[in-house]
């Protein structure tokens, strides 16, 4: 049976892609990435109204903290299969190793790392909270804005990027184009499913690269919907 709606689903799928004229390709700047700390920031902002800052409870701002320090690390570097692999092992090799320390001597590292995070007072009121939620939420909209004015079409004879409030159009031929899809932060894919798609049209040397371009392999499908009539060269990563 199960087979039968995985075949069934993917019928769906084709019969939908073969009513599509264009694919609308939109990148993003990494700052996207930062919407778990906007939905905490107005999360704890809720929260926290109504209690002064020395009656809140520290462990709120303490998760603050590690959204705000975990998703700049998502943002800063780039974590592929291997590098993920590596950390994923290197964190539980840590565990181990601390555990194994705290059985033979009186040291007990996660004893003082938990001691450590329970004496950090990070006290804030609604106010810091709504306040870096407002600031997100500004550069969201500028984001979103420019994501309206600045993206790429795809339809089956040619590239078009439309830039520009005045509604500036580039044109490129799209036969014998490559394209190859990238996921090279697996972080990054996890928050948005997102990646990168890397663009040569036949008459241009350099590449056009789009990163950070949400659900990646939905469009990577429609492309390939797109384009099947014609000779071009979609790689997956």
Known sequence: MSGEKESQSKGEEKSRDKDIDSVV?????????????????VLFGFLSMGSAPEKSSGTMGLVFLIILGVNLFVMTFEFNRIKSIALFFFVVAFIFAALFISAKTD???LGWL??????????????????????LGVLFIF??????????????NELIHHRGMLGDVERFPAPNV???KEINDIFEFGLLWSGSLVIVPASEKKAIILETVPRINEVERKLK?????????????
């Not at 390709?25 to 920031?41: C, D, E, T």
């Not at 990070?122 to 106010?127: G, K, T, Y």
């Not at 984001?143 to 089956?156: C, K, L, P």
């Not at 919907?225 to 990563?237: C, F, M, P, Q, R």
């Open 25 to 41: 390709i939109r990148s993003w700047p990494k700052a996207v990435l930062l919407y778990p700390l906007l939905g905490a920031s």
């Open 143 to 156: 984001m979103f804005a420019h994501t309206r004015i600045n993206y790429w079409e795809v339809t089956s």
């Open 225 to 237: 919907a797109v384009l099947s009539e014609i000779a071009v060269d979609i790689k997956g990563d």
């Open 107 to 109: 040291i007990s590292i």
């Open 178 to 180: 490559r394209i190859t």
């Open 114 to 135: 938990r001691e450590a995070m329970a004496g950090v007072k990070a006290w804030a009121n609604s106010s810091f909270y709504f306040g870096v939620a407002i600031v």
